[in-house]
């Protein structure tokens, strides 16, 4: 065999029946392996999180890359290569819902993303949504600042911005499920999501400014599109019944947009005004004492991290509703291949089966 040839053969794709077979070989004691295909390198952290729970003596799971032999990367990489073929109880994909979710099989990838078993969603838009979910941003200021202190109500904030948005976030859904994306592309409606000029102690004033700009886009729509204002009742009530409310509409807009642009917008502001005030306690308990106060000032400036580091490790999202659903996805898949692996011990051990009374 070529040397070229014998490479591909060890570096090429391989499917969820290569990896069965192989852990029909592993000694009794070790663990079953299950590999995980990811979009990016950002994605691995997140999907080991969410993965490492359900490992046990018996089971692992290996999160990687999607192509063994070049540097490709992302959702369509993993869902249309053959990769995309090779799923089963031994090798999945974890992807970004993305809007394919909430197309509920109205595009092509949409219907692959819902209807393949070994393919797992976040549900939410992508894991930086998660990462921005609002009960957890005070502990990310936390983390940052090393300051206990609430100056501001990031759940009150989210809550506000996702009601302003949901009714053109709703008009996004419906135009690109007729396939309309040109009509009003994603970028344009993400410059219309965006908050501006915040400012944290009168934030209803940016707000105020989206409100107006969300309103006239909305208005706009109902006049460009008369035969579809009829349909958004109907549309909303089955956002609702997939999990997108008026108050959480956050978490289904582009991922990284909400991380920059409604986020961190907020979190930079706050973890500004928390650093400084701790470095005035700092000063005040210091008194007069240069050398000390020089070596506690240091030590709390080493102490802190960046704020966007912190909110991409931001692992406090374990409450979310959409979060237990993807939990529900992968217990659901366990049991399956658990129940198959004791029907096939049973048939192959019918002497072990209990005799019927």
Not at 51 to 62: A, I, P
Not at 166 to 184: E, G, I, K, N, S
Not at 296 to 307: G, I, P, R, T, W
């Amino acid at each position: 065999m070529s040397k070229k040839k014998k490479y591909k053969k060890l570096t090429g794709y391989v499917n969820s029946s290569y990896v069965d077979a192989a852990n029909s070989l592993r000694p009794t004691k070790k663990k079953k392996r299950i590999i995980a295909y990811v979009e990016s390198y950002e994605d691995i952290f997140f999907w080991r999180s969410v993965l490492s729970e359900f490992e046990t003596d018996e089971r692992e799971f290996q999160v990687m890359l999607p192509s063994r032999t070049n540097l490709s990367r992302g959702k369509k990489q993993a869902m249309t290569n053959k990769l995309g073929t090779g799923l089963g109880k031994s090798m999945i994909a974890c992807v970004d819902a993305d809007y394919d979710y909430l197309m509920q099989g109205h595009t092509q990838y949409s219907r692959q993303l819902l209807g393949n078993p070994y393919i797992f969603h976040t549900y939410v838009y992508a894991i930086e949504n998660y990462q921005c979910y609002a009960p957890s941003l005070h502990n990310v200021c936390v983390m940052a600042t090393l300051n206990d202190r609430n100056i501001f109500d990031f759940e009150a904030y989210l809550s506000a911005y996702s009601t302003i948005v949901y009714d053109l976030f709703a008009w996004t859904v419906w135009l690109y499920r007729q396939q309309r994306y040109a009509d009003f592309p994603l970028s344009t409606f993400l410059n219309f999501a965006s908050v501006k000029n915040l400012n944290i102690y009168s934030p209803e004033r940016a707000l105020d400014e989206l409100k107006r700009n969300v309103d006239r886009k909305v208005a706009w729509m109902e006049r460009r599109f008369p035969q579809a204002k009829s349909q958004m009742p109907a549309l909303k009530q089955e956002l609702r019944e997939l999990g997108v409310e008026p108050q959480n509409t956050y978490l289904y807009v582009q991922g990284h947009h909400v991380f920059e642009n409604v986020c961190q917008a907020a979190l930079d502001p706050v973890c500004t005004v928390l650093r400084r005030e701790r470095e005035k306690e700092i000063k005040r308990l210091a008194g007069n004492h240069k050398q000390q106060l020089d070596n506690e000032l240091a030590s709390y400036q080493h102490s802190q991290c960046a704020v966007g580091q912190m909110l991409r490790r931001n692992t406090d999202y374990r409450e979310c509703p959409a979060y237990e659903r993807l939990r529900q996805d992968i217990i659901n898949f366990l049991s399956a291949d658990q129940a198959s692996a004791d029907q096939a011990a049973s048939a192959e051990n019918p002497q072990q089966q209990t005799p019927s009374a």
